[in-house]
């Protein structure tokens, strides 16, 4: 199937946060995008911009040479791609489906499989970077796939990523996120920490930060996520309720290789404290107040 940009359609689903960012940028390459969303108001702005609303995945699906998802959690994957009424059912023969969410490896490869035997092409193509480096093309996708399909939709990825890499087969994509959560969980620990301190010690943390971000300490989230934190900007790039999403699928996959994984589970543990204080919706930022109230 040739995915010439002004003749392919993209069926794009999960206008969110992030989602709605990644859609826009793909319209303004001149693809043709149709949209769906659970709640239609978050898809008005892309609509305005010349997407084309679609009530129905299935009709989505069956209109559309690729669709990529972008939503919540993995039983929202799973019904819709799995379902009687989703993706996999009613995507034409030879499309390519493109699931963006972080989600279960294992889920990643079932749907692989269901897809292979429809002769369709399933990637797993989970992103990091936040809203952020949605807004600005600039997310790092990691995918899991086969290299044919991959180097089908590569340039429709690279419209929404810089760092866009096939990691290995299906499920390859949702592991490698799961690297990234694991490497973020204990940062964001440190990070916090390290605020509270500069605090504590009576100093002023942005003088702090622009000491310390420059050095072995540097990291996205202490330059993007730590000045957020000292100016009190809890708003979402990524939601807490997510981001602990993201780690107990990370916990179940390293259980089940026989891995133990210390600091991902204590960041977890305090993140479900932050989520109990009233906080899910919030950025994953809003750690800083588990430790300001100590």
Not at 172 to 194: D, L, P, R, Y
Request: with cysteine; aromatic share 6%.
């Amino acid at each position: 199937m040739s995915l010439q940009t002004d003749k392919t359609v993209i069926g794009f689903i999960g206008t969110g946060v992030m989602g709605k960012s990644m859609a826009g940028h793909l319209l303004k390459a001149g693809y043709r995008v149709l949209v769906y969303n659970r709640t239609k108001a978050k898809a008005e702005e892309l609509i305005a911009q010349g997407a084309v609303w679609v009530d129905r995945v299935a009709d989505l699906a069956s209109s559309a040479q690729v669709v990529i998802t972008m939503v919540g959690y993995p039983q929202d994957v799973e019904e819709i791609y799995l379902s009687t009424d989703g993706i996999v059912a009613n995507a034409q023969p030879g499309s390519y489906l493109i699931d963006m969410t972080t989600s279960k490896p294992s889920l990643a490869r079932k749907i692989y499989d269901e897809a292979k035997q429809r002769s369709l092409h399933a990637l797993d193509a989970p992103v990091s970077g936040g809203d952020i480096g949605a807004r600005e093309a600039r997310l790092t996708i990691m995918a899991g796939g086969d290299a044919e399909a991959f180097a089908a939709v590569e340039p429709i990825l690279k419209v929404m990523g810089t760092n866009v890499i096939l990691q290995g087969g299906p499920g390859a994509g949702q592991h490698t996120k799961m690297c990234n959560q694991i490497a973020i969980a204990s940062n964001m620990i440190g990070v916090c920490e390290a605020i509270a301190y500069a605090k504590k010690a009576g100093l002023d943390p942005s003088r702090v930060l622009k000491s310390i971000e420059a050095g072995a300490a540097g990291s996205w989230s202490l330059s993007n996520l730590a000045p957020r934190m000292i100016a009190g900007n809890f708003a979402p790039g990524f939601y807490v309720k997510h981001f602990i999403k993201d780690m107990t699928i990370a916990l179940e996959a390293a259980k089940e290789m026989g891995l133990l994984t210390p600091g991902l589970e204590l960041s977890q543990s305090l993140y479900k404290e932050l989520a109990a204080m009233g906080e899910e919706d919030s950025g994953t930022q809003a750690l800083i107040k588990w430790f300001d109230k100590q």
